[in-house]
C-alpha cells in the first residue's frame, strides 16, 4: 500500500520547508522532494530605491546572516559608484565580516548541526539539541559558547550598529572608525575566538572522529553526492570570505572555471519548478539535466565543504593544518562527502579567528581615513562575498541618479537548494525501508539537509523538562561573574 | 514538564528570522525566562509540528510571539490558529507591528514579483516560463504550495492582536521587560505598543546639537557626504526619520553614525508614519522660493520608500494602486 | 450621478479667512458650477495634515483640493508657504502611490476671488472627469 509522509514544518534550520516522502508498495522510499513555500520579492521591490539603502535593505532577505548580505549589498554599490573603500575601511569591514563567520560558524555546530553527531543521530528528539551536547561534553562549554557569541556579537555591534541588521557599509567605506581602545579590547576576544575554535575541533576530534560508527555514517554513500564546486579564493588560491574570484572544480576537484564576479551571469543559470518557490542554479556551460550527480550535470555545492574543495589551501596557518589533517583523513581533494561540511565549516571558523587576530594586530586600523566620497556617475555593479552557507550574489542595475533600475540576487542556500534535494531523496531511501518510518529515521533523512545550514543558525535553547542546567558566565578577564542554575 | 508553567509559543511569517536571532540575544538572560515557561511552538529550534498546536485546547497557550509580516496563505491559516489557540498574542517586530520591510513589496503585486523572479532576472533560464503553482503533480504525486497574496499585510490586518513589541529587531531590553510584564501580569491596556510613547529624537545624544531653528537647505544622500558623528542628520542635510519615530532602540543605528530609517514605527497619536514625516520635513525646508523648493524636492530621491520604509502596508493608503501597476 | 457618466468625488480643505470666504462669495452671487468639491473649512491651509489627504483619497475621493491665501497674504504669516512646500513633496509621493499629480491641487484663492474659485471647480471636475475613478476606495485593509 502506498504512502506519503509530509514532514512540516522542518525544524532547526531557517525559513519555511516541507518534506513529501513518497513509498511505494514494498514500503521503500520512491521519491523524497523538499519544498520551499516562502518567497518575498526582494528582487522587485527594490526597484525605485536609492542604491546605497541596500545595505540597509537586503539584510532583511536573513536575520541570521544580514552581515553577509549587509556587505555583498555594500560591495556592489561600491561597484555600481565605481568607487574602492580605502584600505582603512576595508580592513574595517573584513574585521567584521570574519567576526561574523566565527561566531555563526561555531554556533551552528554546537547548536544544530553538533548535536546530531554529539548525542547521536537516533537518539531521544528530547536530547538532540544543545543540553544533549553539553551533557556529553561537560557544562564549562555551555558557557564558553555564549561568552564567544556574546563578545563577537559585541564588536559587530560596536562597528556596525546592530549585530542583526548592520548599517554602517557605504559606497566607498565605512561610517564608522575604530579606536586604540577598542582595537586592544577586540584583540582579546579575538584571541580567544582562536582558543575557543581550537577547541571546537579537538571536540569534533573526540566525539566524532575517535567514534567508528560516525565516522562510518560520514564516509557512507548515503550521505555522499558527486557534484561541481563553487567558492570565493583570493589572488593566491586560497579560501577568502570577504573577496576575491570565484572558481569552480569539477567532481575530480579539477579548475573548470574562474570569473570575476562581474562575469557570473557567463556561468550561473537558474532553473525553475513548479513545485517550490526556490530556484535551482546550474553550470551554465554544463546545463541543468535534472537533479542528478556527476560531471555531466550542471548542479554545484557551495560552502565550507565546497570552499576548501575549490581552494588551494587555507590563508591562516593553523587553518591550513586543520585543513590538511582533514583531506588526510578522507583520502584527498575533493570529499564528496555531505557530512563533511560540518568538519570543515570548524576550519574555517579558525581561518575566521585568525583572520581577526591579524586585522586587530596591525594598528592602521585604527586610521580615520574610512570614506571615498564617489564622484563617478553610477551605473551598475556586482558584489560577491562567502556567505557561511554558500557565494551570495548581488547584482544592481541602476539610473544616473543611482535609483535601482533592475536587481537580480543569488543567494547561498539557492545554489546547494538542487544539491540538498537529492541528499534528502538519497538518505531517505537508504533509510527508510519496507514501511519502517520510526522519527530515529526520519531524523537522519534530515540529517542530510543539517550540513549545509540551511540559512538559520539560531542554534538555540531547546531546553525540554528537567535537565538541569548549571551555566557559568565569566567575564572578559576570566572571572567568574556568575552562575546560572535551572 | 510542569503544567503550572504559562505555555508559550513563536511564530514565524514573511520573516527574515531576525527576531527569533533576538530571543536568542537574550544571551543568559534567556535561561531566567525559559525557566518560568514551557515552549510548546518554535519550529527554528523545537520539532513541535502544526498538527500539535491543532491538538491544544482553544486559549491554552498563554501567549504567542508572532513575527513576520502575512504575504502568503499558510502564514495567515497560522496567525488564525495561534490566535484561537492563545490567551495573548504579541506582534514582535517591524514586520508583524507595521509591515515591516516585506511591507515593500505593496508598491508591486504578484504577477510583477513573479515576473521578475521567474522570468526576467538576468540569470533565470525559463524560456517555458514556469512558475510556481499552489497544485502541482509530480510523477503522479499532487504537490501543493500556499497562496501569494497580492498585497502585505501587518498582523493586525488578519488577526486580533493584544501587544506590539517594535523594532528591526527589538532590542533586547525591550523583549525582557515584555516577557517580565506578561510573566508578572503588569501589562499596560491592551494595544499598547510596548516602548515609551515618545520619538526618537528625545533620547538622541545628538539632540543637543540641533540650532534652534532648523532648516535644510539642501538635502544630502548619506554616500555624498562625509557624516559628522556628533551632530544632527537634519542639521548635516541628511534625511532621518528620528522626530517621526518612537524611541526605545538606544539609537543603535545613530551610534553607528547613520540615520535613523524608522523601523520601530510611529508614536501613538500618529496613523500614519510616512505623512507625519513628509509633514516634518516640509517644515523645516526654509524657503518661500518656489523655485528652490523644486530643487529640494527634486533631491528628495525616493519619498515614498523612505518615509514608508518599515511602514507601508500599514500606512493609510497601505499599498500602490493596483491599475497603475506594470 | 447624472447621465450615467461618472461624478467625481472631490474633496476640498479651504482657508477659513481667504479661499472660504472666496468660495461663499460664489455662493451668494449665484454663481453656477459643479457642485462635485466637498468642502472642509481649516484656520489655514498650513494646517492641512498630509494625513488629511491621504484619509481623504483612501475614502473615497477622486480628487483632493488645498486653497489658501495668496503668497504673502497669510493670516498667520507663512502657513501657505508651509502648505506648498508639502504639497510639492506630497504630490511627488503620491505618483509613488499610483495617484496622478492631476489628482492633487493647490490653489490660491482669496476672499475676493468667487470667479476664480468657480473656475477652479468647473476645471478640476471636468479633469477628474476625464482620468476617472480612483478605484482605492474604503476596502483596503481588508484582505483577499
Aim: with cysteine; charged share 25%.
Amino acid at each position: 500500500m502506498s504512502r506519503r509522509i509530509t514532514i512540516d514544518p522542518i525544524t532547526r534550520l531557517e525559513g519555511h520547508g516541507k518534506i513529501e516522502i513518497f513509498l511505494n508498495d514494498q514500503g521503500d522510499v520512491d521519491r523524497a522532494i523538499l519544498q520551499i513555500p516562502e518567497l518575498r520579492g526582494f528582487e522587485q521591490f527594490a526597484v525605485g530605491r536609492p542604491v546605497e539603502e541596500m545595505p540597509r535593505i537586503m539584510p532583511r532577505i536573513c536575520g541570521v546572516c544580514p552581515t553577509a548580505h549587509h556587505m555583498a549589498a555594500t560591495k556592489a554599490a561600491d561597484a555600481v559608484f565605481h568607487v574602492e573603500p580605502t584600505p582603512t575601511a576595508r580592513k574595517i569591514r573584513e574585521l567584521i565580516y570574519n567576526t561574523f563567520m566565527m561566531e555563526d560558524h561555531t554556533l551552528h555546530f554546537f547548536f544544530l548541526g553538533g548535536p546530531d553527531f554529539v548525542v547521536g543521530p537516533q537518539a531521544p528528539a528530547a536530547e538532540r539539541n544543545i543540553l544533549g551536547v553539553i551533557g556529553k561534553v561537560g557544562l564549562e562549554i555551555g558557557g564558553k559558547v555564549i561568552r564567544v557569541r556574546r563578545e563577537c556579537r559585541d564588536i559587530i555591534n560596536y562597528l556596525a550598529g546592530k549585530v542583526i541588521h548592520p548599517v554602517c557599509g557605504l559606497p566607498g567605506g565605512v561610517s564608522k572608525g575604530l579606536d586604540e581602545e577598542h582595537r586592544v579590547q577586540f584583540l582579546e576576544t579575538a584571541k580567544f575566538a582562536v582558543e575557543f575554535a581550537q577547541f571546537a575541533l579537538q571536540i569534533f576530534n573526540d566525539v566524532v572522529l575517535k567514534n567508528k560508527e560516525y565516522v562510518d555514517i560520514v564516509v557512507g554513500d548515503a550521505y555522499k553526492i558527486k557534484t561541481y564546486y563553487m567558492g570565493l579564493v583570493d589572488g593566491n588560491n586560497k579560501v577568502n570570505f570577504y573577496d576575491g574570484a570565484v572558481r569552480v572544480v569539477t567532481p575530480e576537484g579539477k579548475e573548470f572555471a574562474k570569473f570575476k564576479p562581474s562575469e557570473y551571469l557567463d556561468h550561473i543559470s537558474e532553473h525553475v519548478e513548479p513545485w517550490s518557490y526556490i530556484k535551482f542554479p546550474f553550470l551554465k556551460k554544463v546545463g541543468w539535466k535534472g537533479f542528478v550527480e556527476g560531471n555531466d550535470s550542471g548542479i554545484y555545492r557551495v560552502a565550507p565543504l565546497a570552499r576548501l574543495n575549490v581552494s588551494d589551501g587555507m590563508a591562516t596557518p593553523l587553518a591550513q593544518k586543520e585543513h590538511d589533517r582533514m583531506y588526510e583523513t578522507l583520502g584527498g581533494k575533493p570529499v564528496h562527502n555531505t557530512l563533511a561540511f560540518h568538519w570543515a565549516r570548524l576550519i574555517e571558523a579558525l581561518q575566521a579567528a585568525e583572520t581577526m587576530v591579524q586585522l586587530l594586530e596591525d594598528k592602521s586600523i585604527t586610521d580615520t581615513n574610512i570614506r571615498n566620497i564617489p564622484t563617478k556617475t553610477p551605473t551598475e555593479g556586482v558584489g560577491i562575498v562567502e556567505a557561511p552557507r554558500g557565494v551570495l550574489i548581488h547584482h544592481y542595475k541602476t539610473d544616473e541618479r543611482g535609483i535601482i533600475q533592475e536587481a537580480n540576487l543569488i543567494v547561498a542556500t539557492v545554489h546547494n537548494a538542487p544539491a540538498i534535494n537529492m541528499s534528502i531523496e538519497k538518505a531517505a531511501k537508504a533509510f527508510i525501508k519496507g514501511g519502517n518510518v520510526s522519527e530515529g529515521l526520519l531524523n537522519m533523512a534530515e540529517m542530510a539537509f543539517r550540513p549545509y545550514d540551511p540559512c538559520h543558525a539560531c542554534g538555540t535553547h531547546a531546553l525540554p523538562g528537567d535537565m538541569p542546567l548549571i551555566i557559568n558566565v565569566y567575564d572578559k578577564n576570566g572571572e567568574l561573574i556568575k552562575k546560572l542554575k535551572r | 514538564m510542569s503544567s503550572a508553567k504559562p505555555k508559550v509559543a513563536f511564530y514565524w511569517c514573511a520573516s527574515c528570522g531576525g527576531c527569533e536571532e533576538s530571543i536568542v540575544d537574550l544571551a543568559e538572560d534567556i535561561l531566567k525566562v525559559v525557566a518560568a515557561v514551557d515552549i510548546v511552538f518554535w519550529p527554528v529550534a523545537l520539532d513541535f509540528k502544526k498538527k500539535d498546536v491543532e491538538a491544544m485546547a482553544d486559549g491554552s497557550i498563554a501567549v504567542s510571539f508572532i513575527n513576520g509580516a502575512v504575504r502568503l496563505s499558510e502564514q495567515e491559516e497560522m496567525a488564525k490558529l495561534l490566535r484561537r489557540k492563545s490567551q495573548l498574542v504579541v506582534a514582535h517586530g517591524s514586520c508583524s507591528h507595521l509591515g515591516g520591510i516585506p511591507g515593500l513589496g505593496n508598491f508591486w503585486n504578484k504577477e510583477t514579483i513573479f515576473r521578475r523572479a521567474y522570468e526576467t532576472t538576468p540569470s533565470t533560464d525559463n524560456p517555458k516560463k514556469v512558475v510556481p503553482l499552489e497544485k502541482t503533480v509530480v510523477d503522479g504525486k499532487e504537490l501543493t504550495l500556499p497562496r501569494f497574496y497580492d498585497t502585505v499585510y501587518a498582523l493586525d490586518q488578519v488577526i486580533d492582536v493584544d501587544y506590539y513589541l517594535p523594532g528591526c529587531a527589538p532590542p533586547r531590553d525591550l523583549i525582557l521587560n515584555a516577557v517580565s510584564a506578561i510573566l508578572e501580569g503588569k501589562l499596560p491596556p491592551k494595544g499598547a505598543v510596548l516602548s515609551p510613547n515618545k520619538s526618537l529624537c528625545d533620547d538622541c545624544d545628538r539632540n543637543e546639537s540641533k540650532p534652534d531653528k532648523l532648516t535644510i537647505k539642501e538635502i544630502k544622500r548619506p554616500w555624498e557626504v562625509m557624516l559628522d558623528p556628533e551632530k544632527c542628520f537634519l542639521a548635516q542635510g541628511v534625511i532621518c526619520m528620528g522626530p517621526a519615530t518612537r524611541t526605545g532602540c538606544g539609537e543603535r543605528c545613530i551610534e553607528a553614525n547613520m540615520p535613523c530609517r524608522g523601523c520601530f514605527g510611529p508614536t501613538d497619536q500618529v496613523y500614519d508614519q510616512g505623512a507625519k514625516f513628509l509633514s516634518a520635513l516640509a517644515s523645516i525646508m526654509e524657503t518661500k522660493d518656489e523655485k528652490e523648493m523644486d530643487k529640494i524636492v527634486q533631491s528628495i530621491v525616493d519619498p515614498a520608500g523612505t518615509f514608508y520604509r518599515f511602514s507601508l502596508p500599514t500606512s493609510i493608503l497601505a499599498r500602490k494602486r493596483m491599475e497603475a501597476i506594470k | 450621478m447624472s447621465n450615467g457618466q461618472f461624478e467625481p468625488r472631490l474633496v476640498g480643505f479651504l482657508c477659513n479667512w481667504c479661499s472660504y470666504t472666496g468660495a461663499d462669495l460664489a455662493g451668494t452671487a449665484r454663481m453656477i458650477y459643479a457642485p462635485n468639491v466637498r468642502i472642509i473649512r481649516v484656520m489655514c491651509s498650513g494646517r492641512v495634515d498630509p494625513q488629511f489627504v491621504l484619509k481623504a483619497f483612501k475614502e473615497g475621493a477622486d480628487g483632493v483640493l488645498i486653497s489658501g491665501c495668496h503668497p504673502g497674504d497669510c493670516h498667520y504669516q507663512e502657513g501657505n508657504y508651509k502648505a506648498l512646500r508639502r504639497y510639492k513633496l506630497l504630490s511627488k509621493m503620491l505618483e509613488q502611490f499610483g495617484i496622478e499629480k492631476e489628482r492633487f491641487r493647490l490653489e490660491w484663492v482669496s476672499a475676493a476671488e468667487g470667479i476664480k474659485f468657480q473656475a477652479v471647480c468647473n476645471e478640476f471636475t471636468e479633469q477628474i472627469r476625464k482620468l476617472g475613478p480612483l478605484n482605492i476606495g474604503p476596502n483596503g485593509g481588508k484582505h483577499e
